[in-house]
């Protein structure tokens, strides 16, 4: 039986149908725009319970939202690492592209740094994580040798433990995150150190009424949380520090900041503490301590850098309103 006109009119306008399908999906256009769709692979938290990535992936997908072109889809890797792991992975292209981390020498040498301080330097301002049933095993030290005389606890590959050793602290380094607050809480150490972007919400999270945030103290020393990629992988560090540059610059980064941090800061009451000034043997040459607007600054002390005068904690913010 042969097929009708009206059955053949239907059969070539369903082929026709098909080719302009496929030359479509085909076309330079699309191509292109599936082309401009790229993964980019982060570290997966340390802990299910570890919360210290959040500010940072906002800051990242702020920094790439400031940049045309690439649609950038953020994606964990598979399992989690330690800190030291992540590094080596990142160095050696094993399924990571970006990675964050406190600078030294040692790795702006081996992986590419995008050299603007990601936490403006809070980082480097310390308070203590103390014991519930020994919360004022800080209230009588004053400086740097007081301090000598106990025990902190830290992560073993983290660079703070080289920091505070290097001023003749006594550490105890541990390879587990979540272990080192159980320990806390069985008087392995005596307290441990964290930034003041940190200690409150992990006392909540891992504390379990069992530790107490010391508020006699703080310890500061320079240092910077930085993005690092691959050294062959200028492309994407120049992307992000475009996107973080022009954020610098309308004011959305300093927004970001204000509201993950600004009531952590108010929380910590920085200008009631005793500050202990400590050197950074780590800190490369190439730190931008020269740019102002990148750093929360602290403009005056008590303790060894001041012995009479509070401290007075000053935010380079800029004055622009946040939504």
Avoid at 201 to 213: F, H, I, S, T, Y
């Amino acid at each position: 039986m042969r097929p009708s006109r009206r059955h053949l009119a239907l059969f070539r306008a369903l082929l026709m149908g098909v080719l302009l399908g496929t030359l479509a999906a085909h076309s330079p256009a699309r191509a292109e725009a599936v082309a401009k769709r790229q993964s980019l692979v982060y570290p997966r938290p340390e802990s299910e319970r570890d919360f210290r990535n959040a500010y940072v992936l906002d800051l990242l997908r702020l920094a790439l939202s400031k940049q045309g072109g690439v649609q950038y889809q953020l994606e964990p890797a598979a399992s989690a690492m330690t800190q030291l792991r992540v590094l080596k992975e990142l160095e050696l292209g094993h399924g990571l592209d970006i990675a964050w981390s406190m600078t030294s020498i040692a790795r702006e040498e081996s992986l590419l740094p995008i050299r603007i301080p990601l936490d403006k330097g809070l980082l480097g301002l310390r308070v203590a994580l103390v014991a519930a049933d020994q919360a004022q095993v800080l209230a009588t030290v004053k400086d740097r040798q007081g301090l000598q005389a106990l025990v902190a606890g830290q992560g073993q590959d983290w660079p703070d433990t080289q920091i505070l050793r290097h001023s003749g602290i006594n550490v105890n380094g541990v390879g587990n995150y979540e272990a080192l607050f159980r320990m806390l809480a069985l008087h392995r150490f005596d307290y441990f150190p964290r930034s003041v972007m940190e200690a409150w919400q992990e006392m909540d999270l891992l504390g379990q009424d069992r530790l107490a945030v010391d508020r006699h103290l703080l310890i500061h020393y320079p240092t910077a949380l930085y993005f690092f990629v691959r050294k062959d992988n200028q492309a994407l560090a120049d992307t992000v520090r475009q996107g973080l540059e022009q954020a610098l610059l309308d004011g959305s980064f300093d927004c970001l900041f204000e509201r993950h941090f600004g009531p952590l800061l108010q929380k910590a009451a920085l200008a009631s503490r005793t500050v202990i000034e400590l050197p950074n043997p780590l800190l490369p040459s190439a730190t931008p301590l020269d740019r102002s607007e990148l750093w929360y600054r602290q403009t005056e002390g008590r303790g060894e850098a001041a012995k009479s005068k509070r401290a007075k904690l000053g935010s380079s913010l800029s004055a622009k309103s946040c939504s």
